[in-house]
C-alpha cells in the first residue's frame, strides 16, 4: 500500500520561501513505464484544490501557468523523496499544501494517493 | 474561477439520488480528456472516488456512479446517506497553455 508522508514549515512571512518534502513508502516510486507523477496540490481555506505542479522520477517537471514563475519541484530518488519550494508568498498562498501520485500508467491521468496536508500560513 | 464549473452545493434526504454536474470546454472535456472525481471529508485529504469518467476504486461503494458526455460529467449519487455528506471535486485536463491539470470548484453535498 502506498502511503505519502509530508512535512514542512507551516508559519511564513510575506517574501520567504515556502518548503514542503513529502516522502513515498510502499509500492515503487517509479512506474517501470514511466507512469507515475509526483505533484504538489494546495488548497486555500473554505475553497477549492489548485494544481500547483508534478515531477517524474527522472525529473521533468510541469508547472500550473498561474505559479510556474515561482515555484521549483525537485526530486531525490535515492530517498524515495520529491519537494516544492514556492519563493516570494504572500498572504495569497496561505493554503493546505498537498502531495499527490499522479497515475498515467493505463492511459487517463488521476491523483490516487495523497499526503495529509500540511497547513502553510503566510503572516507577518 | 475553475476551469471546470460544478455547483456550489446540493442537497438530499437519505435514501435519496443526487447527482453533481461539471462543466468544461473544448480545451478539456470536450477535447476527451477523462473526468475524475474525489470525495473530501471534513478536515481530509480528498479520495479518489471515480477515475476514467466511469471506474471505481477497489473500496468505493456502487452507490456512486460517473458519466461523461460532450463538455460535461457528471457523478450520482444513490441511496444517499449521512456519512455521504462531503465536498466533491471533479479533476480533468486542459490542453491550452502547454497542457495543465484543472480541477472543478467543488460541490458541497448536505444530507438533509
Known amino acids: 500500500q502506498v502511503q505519502l508522508q509530508q512535512w514542512g514549515a507551516g508559519l511564513l512571512k510575506p517574501s520567504e520561501t515556502l518548503s514542503l518534502t513529502c516522502a513515498v513508502y510502499?509500492?515503487?516510486?517509479?512506474?517501470?513505464?514511466?507512469?507515475?507523477?509526483w505533484s504538489w496540490i494546495r488548497q486555500p481555506p473554505g475553497k477549492g484544490l489548485e494544481w500547483i505542479g508534478e515531477i517524474d522520477d527522472s525529473g521533468r517537471t510541469k508547472y500550473n501557468p498561474s505559479l510556474k514563475t515561482r515555484v521549483t519541484i525537485s526530486v531525490d530518488t535515492s530517498k524515495n523523496q520529491f519537494s516544492l519550494n514556492l519563493n516570494s508568498v504572500t498572504a495569497a498562498d496561505t493554503a493546505v499544501y498537498y502531495c499527490a501520485r499522479y497515475d498515467c500508467s493505463s492511459g487517463d491521468c488521476y491523483f490516487d494517493y495523497w499526503g495529509q496536508g500540511t497547513l502553510v500560513t503566510v503572516s507577518s | 474561477q475553475s476551469v471546470l464549473t460544478q455547483p456550489p452545493s446540493v442537497s438530499g434526504a437519505p435514501g435519496q439520488r443526487v447527482t453533481i454536474s461539471c462543466t468544461g470546454s473544448s480545451s478539456n472535456i470536450g477535447a476527451h480528456y477523462d473526468v475524475h472525481w474525489y470525495q473530501q471529508l471534513p478536515g481530509t485529504a480528498p479520495k479518489l472516488l471515480i477515475y476514467?469518467?466511469?471506474n471505481r476504486p477497489s473500496g468505493v461503494p456502487d452507490r456512486f456512479s460517473g458519466s461523461r458526455s460532450g463538455t460535461s460529467a457528471s457523478l450520482a449519487i444513490t441511496g444517499l446517506q449521512a456519512e455521504d455528506e462531503a465536498d466533491y471535486y471533479c479533476q480533468s485536463y486542459d490542453s491550452s497553455l502547454s497542457g495543465y491539470v484543472i480541477f472543478g470548484g467543488g460541490t458541497k453535498l448536505t444530507v438533509l
Open positions: 476514467d469518467n466511469t
Open positions: 510502499g509500492g515503487s516510486f517509479s512506474d517501470p513505464f514511466g507512469g507515475y507523477y
